[in-house]
């Protein structure tokens, strides 16, 4: 079955870096786009990125462009969130979800949590 | 951008009454291909979202044939029509017609 599995949340300073992933199993993972959504602690979802299924089309949400790199290995299986520059309002879950043509975010990972404090 | 706007943003319902969310965007979310790129989330206590409807009425796999969802251009419904205990958490609209993709606030589904 699909699975999406997030990792490298965390508490970091604001102005740092961090790096997340998602490690997909369960489908042919270099046949789907992939997205990163988040959610700040009791607010609603926010789209954040999207990757096509080859790496060579990405989109972003305004609020983290310039600052945030999609990114994917397909040898691995996995999509990373590449972080810079992080502010006290990038605090949030951020989920990967993966994207069927016509079906948007199909299968959601559980989340990774990222606080941006001092 | 897209703005999506749900009402109600609470729904206080019975168990065993129906349910409606309704959704509307600023702008059409017919897309150049012909296709309408509405999408329903469910968003259980704690967990995180869950595809519910698709391209406005299609249900997803495994979803329960009462919740069913329709409308057009700029208007979308969402309904369930008997609520069981499950169906408590927070519905979200959203369209991926355009970038960037944008989900409405979310309705918080209660139960009496």
């Known amino acids: 079955q699909v699975q999406l599995v997030e990792s490298g949340g965390g508490v970091v300073q604001p102005g740092r870096s961090l790096r997340l992933s998602c490690a997909a199993s369960?489908?042919?993972?270099?046949?789907?786009?992939m997205h990163w959504v988040r959610q700040a602690p009791g607010k609603g979802l926010e789209w954040v990125a999207v990757?096509?299924?080859?790496?060579?089309?990405?989109h972003y949400a305004d609020s983290v462009k310039g600052r945030f790199t999609i990114s994917r290995d397909n040898s691995k299986n996995t999509l990373h969130l590449q972080m810079n520059s992080l502010r006290a309002e990038d605090t949030a879950a951020y989920y990967c979800?993966?994207?069927?043509?016509?079906?948007?975010?199909?299968?959601w990972g559980q989340g990774t949590l990222v606080t941006v404090s001092s | 951008d897209i703005v999506m706007t749900q009402t109600p943003l609470s729904s206080p319902v019975t168990l065993g009454q129906p349910a409606s969310v309704s959704c509307r965007s600023s702008?059409?979310?017919?897309?150049?291909?012909?296709?309408?790129?509405l999408s329903w989330l469910q968003q259980r206590p704690g967990q995180p979202p869950r595809l519910l409807i698709y391209?406005?009425?299609n249900r997803f796999s495994g979803v329960p044939d009462r919740f069913s969802g329709s409308g057009a251009g700029t208007n979308f419904t969402l309904k369930i029509s008997r609520v069981e205990a499950e169906d408590v958490g927070v519905y979200y609209c959203?369209?991926?017609?355009?970038?960037?993709?944008?989900f409405g606030q979310g309705t918080k589904l209660e139960i009496k």
């Open positions: 979800a993966r994207d069927r043509y016509g079906v948007p975010f199909e299968y």
């Open positions: 369960g489908f042919t993972f270099n046949s789907y786009a």
């Open positions: 990757i096509s299924y080859d790496g060579s089309d990405k």
């Open positions: 702008q059409s979310l017919v897309h150049i291909d012909g296709n309408t790129y």
């Open positions: 391209k406005i009425s």
């Open positions: 959203t369209q991926a017609t355009q970038f960037p993709h944008t």
